[in-house]
């Protein structure tokens, strides 16, 4: 998928990205905020949310969050936004490990074990793939 860098909404979301990586995450939460108000496709509105959802105070807004992202990336048509499915799936079944509905959470580690097929062999596709491992053997026989 491509990712136009000129677009307002990747612009705020790279704005915020890097204000969390210098340790500013209130700002960056705004940032992310702001990238969601502004989105208009689902395109922006899938990338907005995916950020929103990491700085809610609760697990069940991340959640909310997290779904959201999710049905908006569904409605992208590029067939190459399947590979941000395994973190979608990853992040949303996490929120339900969290929320201790262990039936759920381990339907969304093997919706996102399946999406996999979509992710490249790099050290991301690596880390996304570990993640569903684990979350998979810590929900087995819950």
Same mark, same amino acid.
């Given at each position: 998928?491509?990712?136009? $860098? ?12 890097? /204000? ?11 940032? #992310? ?23 809610? $105070?609760?697990?069940?807004?991340? /959640? ?12 992208? $048509? ?7 499915? $395994? ?26 074990? #399946?999406?996999?097929? #979509? ?24």
């Amino acid at each position: 998928m491509l990712y136009d $860098p000129q677009n307002k909404t990747i612009q705020r979301c790279a704005q915020g990205m890097t /204000l969390e990586g210098e340790g500013r995450g209130e700002v960056a939460a705004v940032i #992310f905020r702001q990238a969601w108000d502004e989105a208009t496709t689902d395109l922006e509105k899938f990338i907005a949310a995916h950020y929103v959802a990491r700085h809610q $105070p609760g697990v069940s807004g991340k /959640l909310q969050w997290d779904k959201t992202a999710l049905d908006h990336a569904q409605r992208v $048509p590029d067939v190459q936004v399947k590979g941000a499915y $395994p973190s979608l799936y990853l992040n949303i079944a996490k929120d339900y490990e969290d929320l201790q509905e262990f039936i759920l959470a381990r339907d969304n580690y093997e919706t996102a074990l #399946f999406y996999t097929q #979509f992710l490249n062999d790099d050290g991301y596709g690596g880390m996304i793939r570990a993640g569903i491992a684990a979350g998979i053997a810590r929900t087995t026989n819950r």
